[in-house]
């Protein structure tokens, strides 16, 4: 496990910039997680010549909102709860 210190400016910027890819969740040590926004973008993507894709894209969208909210905490308890 890293056991680097996060910088939670960091990934604030990676959720703005790469949310849709989850580079912010990989970053904070969530592998699972981070490949589930990729996951939902390419099959927003993918089905959105059939009017679903905003389902998928509005799901990881609202995902990456609330992952802003809860930003400061998951660095917390990426860090160990040092913070």
Do not use: E
Not at 14 to 27: E, I, N, Q, T
């Amino acid at each position: 496990m890293d056991r680097t210190p996060k910088n939670l400016i960091l990934a604030y910027v990676l959720c703005v910039a790469l949310g849709l890819v989850g580079a912010h969740r990989f970053y904070l040590g969530h592998r699972a997680l981070g490949v589930v926004y990729p996951i939902l973008t390419v099959a927003g993507l993918a089905s959105a010549p059939w009017g679903i894709g905003f389902v998928f894209g509005g799901l990881v969208i609202l995902l990456c909102l609330i992952d802003v909210v809860r930003l400061p905490g998951l660095v917390r308890r990426a860090d160990g709860g040092l913070n």
